[in-house]
């Protein structure tokens, strides 16, 4: 079955403490990208990665690291975390390839709190 | 910054009529998408239209794409209560995706 998951679903941590938000997919796909989002403002890009060690800013990239070291994964890291990172974040991918039809395949959330 | 905006943001109907929702955009595209989310779930991809196609169908969903006016629309047609979700509209290119702020549809039984 393909799959995008998403660890943790739910995680409530405090300011400062380094966490990172895993997402693995068993698709073979080229291009992940994570997203969060916020009441009233949608999802918003944070990063994304075109393929292994290929990684690139979306909109709202501060605060947030990215590693491709496998194609299979694309860990979100917090070094940092702050309040206004609370939020539901997802992780999405498709591919590249011609084989594409420009669809994401999301997985199901993590939503984060950080007090 | 937001490249697909849905209008409304909002939208409550009665289980049977259809729904309408709306999606601007401001850069040139090579599709736009239109994906559902229940409640805190991830997306669901419904239907991709491309920049040259000016309509497509799946089901009870209607897209229609007009690209001089950068706006897009989808229709669902004898909508249920199980057709209660958010909805998104998404422009892609070849690097990434853009989604707007959704319209949330309630339909009531």
């Known amino acids: 079955e393909a799959q995008v998951t998403q660890n943790p679903r739910y995680l409530i941590t405090v300011t400062g403490k380094k966490l990172t938000v895993t997402c693995s997919q068993n698709?073979?796909?080229?291009?992940m990208s994570w997203y969060r989002q916020d009441p009233g403002l949608g999802l918003r890009q944070i990063y994304y990665?075109?393929?292994?060690?290929?990684?690139d800013k979306g909109d709202v990239p501060e605060g947030y690291k990215v590693s491709r070291k496998e194609k299979r994964n694309f860990p979100l890291i917090l070094e940092s975390p702050s309040p206004n990172q609370t939020s539901l974040y997802f992780c999405?991918?498709?591919?590249?390839?011609?084989?594409?039809?420009?669809?994401?395949?999301f997985g199901e959330g993590s939503r984060l709190t950080v007090l | 910054s937001q490249q697909g905006e849905e209008d409304p943001q909002a939208l409550s109907i009665q289980e049977g009529e259809n729904a309408t929702m709306n999606c601007s955009y401001k850069?040139?595209?090579?599709?736009l998408q239109w994906y559902r989310q229940n409640s805190g779930r991830g997306l669901v991809h419904l239907i991709l239209?491309?920049?040259?196609?000016r309509e497509k169908h799946s089901g009870r969903l209607r897209v229609t794409l007009d690209t001089s006016k950068k706006s897009s629309s989808l229709l669902i047609t004898a909508s249920r209560a199980a057709d209660t979700a958010s909805y998104f509209c998404?422009?892609?290119?070849?690097?990434?995706?853009?989604f707007g702020a959704g319209t949330r549809l309630t339909v009531k039984p």
């Open positions: 990665s075109m393929n292994v060690e290929v990684t």
């Open positions: 999405a991918t498709r591919p590249t390839s011609g084989r594409s039809t420009g669809e994401l395949f």
């Open positions: 998404a422009r892609g290119n070849n690097n990434d995706m853009r």
């Open positions: 239209i491309r920049s040259n196609e």
């Open positions: 850069t040139s595209i090579n599709n």
């Open positions: 698709m073979n796909h080229e291009y």
